[in-house]
C-alpha cells in the first residue's frame, strides 16, 4: 500500500520560533498534499490544500502567512509553523493523494508540537 | 452547510457482539464515501472506500459499509469485532463539486471493546 512518511514526529519548541513539518510519499508521486490538524478528542480538521508547484489553497480561518506550505516536488511537502505560539500546539497530519491513485487519500503518522 | 454526522460518540461493547457506526452526509450531488480508523497511537489507516457500483462494500479486517443514497448514509459494520478492533473510526466524504478531493471528517467515533 501507499506510505506517506512525516519528520519529525515530535517537537518541542520556544514560543517565538519557527518549526518545519515534512510530508513525504514514499512509494508514489503525490499531485496533491492535504495538511490537517487534529486536536484531542477531536476529528481533523483540513488547514490546507496544495498542489506540486502551486499554491498552497487555505481553509477559512486558517492564516496563510503563519502556516508556511511548500510543495516543491511530487514527493514532498512541507508546512512550516512561523513564530509558533503555546496555542499551536497540536498534532499535525499530512495525507497525499497521486494521480493513479485517484481520490483515495493516503495519512501520514503526524506531528505532535508543544510549544513551550 | 455541508456535514458529516457520525452518530455516536463512544461505543463499548464486548468481544464478539456485532458493530454498526451510523455516518451520515450532507452533500447532494455524487460524493466518495471512505471510513478511516485510528488505532491508539498509530495513523489514519483506510478501512474501506466507495467510489461507485455495488453499495455494499467490503474492506479490510472483516469490515463492511453499505451506501444508501436515498438516506445519505454510509454505515459501517463488522457482524463480531475483537478487542484489537479498539480504535476510533471517522467517516469521511469526498464530495465532487470539490475537484481538489477534499476530505470531510466526521467527528468521530470511539469504540472500547472489552474482553
Known amino acids: 500500500g501507499a506510505v506517506v512518511s512525516q519528520h519529525p514526529s515530535w517537537v518541542i519548541c520556544k514560543s517565538g520560533t519557527s518549526v518545519k513539518i515534512e510530508c513525504r510519499s514514499l512509494?508514489?508521486?503525490?499531485?496533491?498534499m492535504f495538511w490537517y490538524r487534529q486536536f484531542p478528542k477531536q476529528s481533523l480538521m483540513l488547514m490546507a490544500t496544495?498542489?506540486?508547484?502551486?499554491?498552497?489553497?487555505?481553509e477559512q480561518g486558517v492564516e496563510k502567512d503563519k502556516f508556511l506550505i511548500n510543495h516543491a516536488s511530487l514527493t514532498l511537502s512541507t508546512l512550516t509553523v512561523t513564530s509558533a505560539h503555546p496555542e499551536d500546539s497540536s498534532f499535525y497530519i499530512c495525507?497525499?493523494?497521486?494521480?493513479?491513485?485517484?481520490?483515495?487519500?493516503?495519512f501520514g503518522p503526524g506531528t505532535r508540537l508543544l510549544v513551550l | 452547510a455541508q456535514s458529516v454526522s457520525q452518530h455516536n460518540h463512544h461505543v463499548i461493547l464486548s468481544e464478539a457482539a456485532s458493530l454498526e457506526l451510523g455516518c451520515n452526509y450532507s452533500?447532494?450531488?455524487?460524493?466518495?464515501l471512505f471510513w478511516y480508523v485510528q488505532y491508539p497511537g498509530q495513523h489514519l489507516q483506510l478501512l474501506l472506500k466507495?467510489?461507485?457500483?455495488?453499495?455494499l462494500v467490503k474492506g479490510i479486517k472483516g469490515f463492511e459499509a453499505e451506501f444508501i443514497k436515498s438516506k445519505f448514509s454510509f454505515n459501517l459494520r463488522k457482524p463480531s469485532v475483537q478487542w484489537s478492533d479498539t480504535a476510533e473510526y471517522f467517516c469521511?466524504?469526498?464530495?465532487?463539486?470539490?475537484?481538489?478531493?477534499?476530505?470531510?471528517f466526521g467527528a468521530g467515533t470511539q469504540v472500547v471493546v472489552t474482553p
Open positions: 495525507s497525499a493523494r497521486g494521480r493513479l491513485l485517484q481520490e483515495t487519500q493516503y
Open positions: 512509494d508514489f508521486q503525490a499531485t496533491t
Open positions: 496544495s498542489n506540486e508547484g502551486s499554491k498552497a489553497t487555505y
Open positions: 452533500y447532494g450531488g455524487t460524493v466518495n
Open positions: 466507495y467510489f461507485s457500483g455495488d453499495p
Open positions: 469521511a466524504v469526498n464530495a465532487f463539486v470539490d475537484s481538489w478531493g477534499k476530505l470531510q
